[in-house]
């Protein structure tokens, strides 16, 4: 067993495939050919340029039109949004929107395509080595599977980047390939997995979602806008993720222009009851942070019971990290039982204090689970009831 307890743990089908995921880290290492092409200044324009640039074809196209649907256009620019993302190496249109939409449907669950609460390594980029995920459901993205020039872009995902990568060649010769393509295409899929991993846990939550979802400045600079994951797990249809003129936000900034043209239209942005509800500042009860306590706390107290049932000499004290953990837990029900302690074991043989220590632990497993259930019906409840006073206010 894994020395790391995680607040949701892996299905066995969740598995690293070491073999198949050998392309992805060869191209980690040719990135270091570059000691052998040399780096010229126009191969890192070409870096800065393909970066950026398709930064905002996964943001704009695979993500918000795509996974989202968040704005209009024709089937001529949907061509070029489903190639220009593409060429990002990160599949095909339809195999990103199906997986994103599930991320969103089951987010911070067991379902959850790339929840951090399986590990940060997972929602970075372990879930994408998996064989599990490497295929898509046709039935969640019906809306988009009916085109077929985006069926064969999905099946034949390699035709963009290879296409960007021969241009490289003859713009730059092999520094253009090596520097301009891969390094970008690097650093692509590491700045779009923080989005996955990073913005799940680092930033600060202005709206009460049902996921740990976080905003981050420092996210939104290098993913063009996508660091306002919090905006956007609470308002997922808008096509603008900094809702907020101080939010920066470039992938909406260039749809904007577009707009102007006629090339996209209906650009969905948040209305103003949307910005001003569920803010945790004003007392909105955070279910998704207080999941993600509870799911650590309950793992945490499993794998106590489970490295006691593998001990054959009798179990050790319980880890005052594990009561910390639990204790946390308990603040937020508002009731459980105590954490076990080995002292409060009758003094007796071995045997004995083992069975008194695994009683209480299941007890006190039992009671807090029950808490928890309680107070997750009760806010459930109170959130419904909060949102048709506020709906009643407004038609008042």
């Not at 970066?51 to 061509?79: C, D, E, L, P």
């Not at 980029?125 to 069926?151: A, H, Q, T, V």
């Not at 490289?168 to 390094?183: E, K, M």
């Not at 650590?296 to 106590?304: G, I, V």
């Amino acid at each position: 067993m894994s020395s790391t307890t995680h607040a949701i743990e892996r299905a066995p089908d969740e598995r690293v495939n070491w073999v198949a995921s050998i392309p992805m880290f060869l191209v980690h290492g040719l990135c270091l050919l570059a000691l052998v092409t040399g780096v010229t200044w126009q191969s890192l324009v070409l870096c800065a340029v393909l970066y950026f640039g398709r930064m905002w074809f996964i943001t704009a196209g695979f993500h918000r039109y795509f996974s989202h649907r968040a704005y209009k256009t024709n089937r001529v620019f949907q061509f070029v949004l489903a190639f220009g993302g593409g060429a990002a190496a990160q599949k095909g249109a339809l195999w990103w929107a199906s997986h994103h939409r599930d991320h969103h449907r089951f987010s911070d669950t067991e379902r959850d395509t790339h929840s951090p609460q399986k590990g940060f390594w997972w929602s970075h980029m372990g879930w994408i080595l998996c064989d599990k995920f490497k295929g898509w459901d046709p039935d969640s993205i019906k809306d988009f599977n009916k085109y077929p020039e985006l069926r064969f872009l999905t099946k034949h995902d390699w035709i963009p980047p290879w296409t960007v990568g021969i241009a490289c060649y003859l713009i730059a010769g092999w520094p253009g390939v090596v520097v301009g393509f891969l390094w970008s295409t690097v650093l692509l899929w590491h700045g779009t997995f923080t989005v996955n991993s990073l913005a799940h846990v680092m930033g600060r939550r202005r709206y009460a979602t049902t996921d740990t979802s976080r905003n981050s400045a420092l996210i939104a600079f290098w993913t063009g806008g996508e660091g306002w994951h919090n905006n956007h797990h609470y308002y997922q249809a808008a096509a603008r993720n900094g809702f907020f003129w101080w939010e920066y936000d470039p992938t909406y900034y260039g749809l904007k222009v577009l707009s102007w043209f006629g090339i996209v239209r209906d650009l969905k942005t948040p209305p103003q009851r949307v910005l001003d509800g569920a803010r945790v500042r004003d007392g909105s009860f955070d279910m998704g942070m207080f999941k993600a306590h509870w799911g650590k706390a309950t793992a945490a107290l499993s794998a106590h019971a489970r490295r006691a049932e593998d001990d054959a000499t009798p179990a050790a004290p319980v880890d005052p990290a594990l009561v910390a953990q639990v204790e946390h837990a308990r603040e937020l029900v508002g009731a459980g039982a105590p954490a076990p302690s080995a002292t409060d074991a009758p003094e007796a043989d071995a045997s004995t204090r083992r069975e008194a220590i695994e009683e209480k632990m299941q007890a006190s497993r039992r009671a807090l689970e029950e808490s928890v259930r309680t107070a997750m019906a009760s806010a459930e409840e109170l959130a419904h009831l909060s949102k048709r006073h506020r709906a009643t206010a407004r038609a008042d």
